[in-house]
């Protein structure tokens, strides 16, 4: 018996009755099990979404045979879709800058086999943590930032996207700020992590900031990169309790665990394929 081939179907469209009989029936007739199904109907906006986790279970039907005879199918529902191959894993490519614990847990969750990717390379504007890609074998590429040069860094971090084939690029704590015409080029295919509980404390220094406004709880905010700051789509977010007893370096050190379980979290569920952007929010079926 050959290895069943596993592939992610996620679909949108106008709401209406049909969908899931026409698309579950289509995948049963094509000797197709399915593992795992997520739907959602946005009354709001009437739009729905949904996603399977499907096998292929006859030596019949490839992933492609699915993929091209799909599209007869649900022409009717005037439908989104796209199928991933859930054998050709996700390249990605790491952004950073200085700080290193949301690229050491990357790194770490790689390793154990729990972010199944392909890491392309690792890019950073300072040369601090060319021994962690090295430790693992990963290519790290030094494109510093000047005042100056940002239009060609920025060239030269697109030529390497191309290059490698990269999917996803991962902003693991790289502190600058990217032009919109970077984010135009990666939209949908950039995450970040921002260090407070967005919307809350966007821009620099959030850590001070909730310091001096005496919180309870801070935060941290996976989300997509859009030409506004802090503003994108978020994925996950994650928050741990404070008190008036934590300094602002405290507040930095608790806030280190809440960033890695975001960014590790929502980079996870793009690789899986369980997120759909819907305006400026998103759709996550865990
Ligand atoms: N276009 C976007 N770029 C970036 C985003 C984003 O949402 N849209 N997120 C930031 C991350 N970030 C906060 O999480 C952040 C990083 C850097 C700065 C900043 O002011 N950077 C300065 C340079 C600072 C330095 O050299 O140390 C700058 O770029 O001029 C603010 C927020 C990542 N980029």
Redesign the pocket.
Known sequence: MSHPKEFVLKASCYATSGIVATVSTYLAEHGCYISEMHQYDDEETQRFFMRALCKIESDDNTIDSIRAGLDDQVTKFNMDWNIYDMGEPVKVLLMV?KFDHCLDDLLYRHRKGELRMDITAIVS?HKDLRPMAEREGIRFIHLP?TKDN?PEQEAALMAVVEETQTDLVV?A????????S??KQLQGRAI?????FLPGF???K?YHQAHVRGVKLIGATA?Y????????PIIEQSVQPVDHTYSTDRLVAVGRDTETVALATAVRMHLEHRVFMYGNKTVVFK
């Open positions: 800058s504007n930032v940002k902003l704590r790289y502190m600058q700020i990217l032009s919109d970077l984010c970040n992590i921002h260090h407070s966007k821009g620099a959030p989300h990169v859009t030409s506004d700051l802090d503003e994108g």
